[in-house]
């Protein structure tokens, strides 16, 4: 109960925003690791040790933030205490969603050819993300409830998805 207060002080992240950061993490280091890597072995260790390198070396460095979160104004909090979780924690987390990550990119180089096991690898991906859909409150994945961390809202990033969203606004008004 007392973990329950904890949670309401820090502002929410929409879905999609997690999902975004997420995906634009997981291309940077999917595209090195596919560029860097011969075989279907070399590719999975590869992404590997660039996730952990990206996901917490990075945000142990970065107060927080990958590349990804930075990008969209976000960072990784400590749910208790509200600070960038320790080296351990990322660890942690970060090792449970990097390992379903290379799983999901296996799935997907190999599954051009093979449908089934592209389901199959990219279903515990979906499966750990998944969780953070189904909790309306918390929207803790299923790495985050492991690490109790949380992903929060933050002033200090790129702001990518609203210069995207004035770049639209823009074009659509020119067009009229």
């Known amino acids: 109960m007392n973990d329950q207060l904890g949670y309401s002080r820090f502002p929410k992240v929409p879905i ?3 999902v975004a950061a997420f995906i634009i ?5 999917s595209i090195l690791s596919v560029l860097l890597g011969g075989t279907l072995f070399a590719n999975a ?11 917490v070396v990075l945000v142990s460095k970065n107060q927080g933030q990958s590349l990804g ?11 208790k205490f509200g600070k960038t979780p320790g080296f351990v ?9 990097g390992f379903v990550s290379m799983l999901a990119l296996v799935g997907l180089i190999i599954g051009l050819s093979n449908a089934i096991s592209l389901l199959l690898l990219i279903s515990p991906l979906v499966a750990d993300c998944g969780l953070a859909f189904t909790d309306a409150d ?12 949380q992903v929060v809202a933050t ?6 998805d609203l210069k995207i969203k004035k770049i639209l ?3 659509t008004r020119n067009m009229k």
Request: glycine share 4%.
């Open 69 to 79: 979160r930075y990008a969209l104004d976000m960072k990784v909090v400590n749910a």
């Open 138 to 149: 918390l929207q803790q994945a299923f790495h985050d409830r492991i690490s109790q961390t």
């Open 25 to 29: 993490d997981f291309l940077a280091v």
């Open 45 to 55: 260790v590869i992404f590997l040790l660039a996730w952990l390198v990206l996901r």
């Open 155 to 160: 002033r200090r990033g790129f702001s990518l």
């Open 89 to 97: 924690d990322l660890a942690l987390r970060e090792g449970i969603a």
């Open 169 to 171: 606004a823009d074009t």
């Open 16 to 18: 999609q925003r997690r």
